[in-house]
């Protein structure tokens, strides 16, 4: 008898640990795991949620920001557009007194399928002392075309560094242009 009953106790006690491990692997383990889950997505939510209460404080800023680059940005015909490009550059040549090497401007689409856009690649290259690039350079600067400075090189002519060569990249943004069929 003493035996039966030690095989009916170890049997509760196999039973008891196989439950156990079950409930512990079919129940805590996924109940557990749903429950970071949830609080990672609370994170999520939260950080959204000040996110977009950060956009709404900054509301005015924003719109006020978007209606100057719309104002600003570049014609929607292509012409116009460089036209536009080369008057803002002889206004920098003239008020810097900096001399005209080149300028290589290059139409691109815009990469995003959701908003109709292209920009204006344009590369140009100028030679002149320091005082005239850093009069050019205030000058795109302040200038309140749409222009983004993508990169700027100066490099020096001569031994002493008084001529200097700039070389500068800008992107000027077109909003809404013509359907491809009407661009030249």
């Not at 795991?33 to 996110?51: I, M, P, T, V, Y």
């Amino acid at each position: 008898m003493e035996t039966k009953q030690r095989q009916k106790i170890l049997m509760i006690i196999v039973a008891v640990g196989a439950v156990l491990f079950l409930g512990d692997n079919v129940v805590v383990e996924p109940l557990i795991a749903g429950w970071k889950a949830r609080a990672d997505h609370n994170q999520q939510l939260r950080a959204q949620l000040e996110n977009g209460q950060k956009m709404l404080q900054r509301e005015f800023y924003l719109h006020s920001r978007w209606a100057s680059m719309a104002t600003n940005a570049l014609p929607s015909d292509q012409s116009a557009a460089e036209a536009e490009l080369f008057k803002a550059f002889d206004r920098w040549e003239r008020a810097s007194g900096i001399t005209r090497v080149s300028i290589k401007p290059q139409w691109k689409q815009g990469d995003d399928d959701k908003y109709n856009y292209m920009t204006l690649e344009c590369r140009a290259d100028y030679n002149g002392d320091i005082e005239k690039v850093k009069q050019f350079l205030y000058e795109v600067e302040k200038d309140p075309i749409g222009l983004k400075v993508e990169n700027v090189e100066i490099s020096s002519r001569d031994d002493n560094g008084q001529q200097l060569s700039l070389g500068l990249q800008l992107t000027g943004l077109q909003l809404n242009p013509p359907p491809a069929s009407q661009q030249p």
